[in-house]
């Protein structure tokens, strides 16, 4: 099993910036893609930032240049980075790992509980 907590959602000022984390633990395994979703109120979900095995990264078009999605392997842990917070940025937050766990050739998703990010004055 791998397990999967995320952390450093809150409450942040409009233009305001968070960082949050998504670290994993538990079986070895394999990256094949990292994926971060929101889920606004009224809202479908939405795909945030990806990020592959090969470090190839993707946002949506409302984040680009103002979101980052990086990894430390070291860690294992995902980041996303938030700058200049809007608003319609708030959400919750999940990530996602898309994986192939030591001796196993299938994929695998595992999927943290979510963090709240509000965006407000």
């Known amino acids: 099993q791998v397990q999967l907590v995320e952390s450093g959602g809150g409450l942040v000022q409009p233009g305001g910036s968070l960082r949050l984390s998504c670290a994993a633990s538990?079986?070895?395994?394999?990256?094949?893609?990292v994926v971060w979703y929101r889920r606004a109120p009224g809202k479908e979900r939405e795909l945030v930032a990806t990020?592959?095995?090969?470090?190839?990264?993707t946002y949506a078009d409302s984040v680009k240049d103002r979101f980052s999605i990086s990894r430390d392997n070291a860690k294992n842990t995902v980041y996303l980075q938030m700058n200049s917070l809007k608003p319609e940025d708030t959400a919750v937050y999940y990530c996602n790992f898309n994986i192939r766990r030591r001796g196993e050739n299938i994929l695998r998703d595992y999927w943290g509980r979510g963090t709240q990010v509000t965006v407000s004055s």
């Open positions: 990020i592959t095995g090969s470090f190839t990264t």
């Open positions: 538990g079986s070895i395994f394999t990256i094949n893609r």
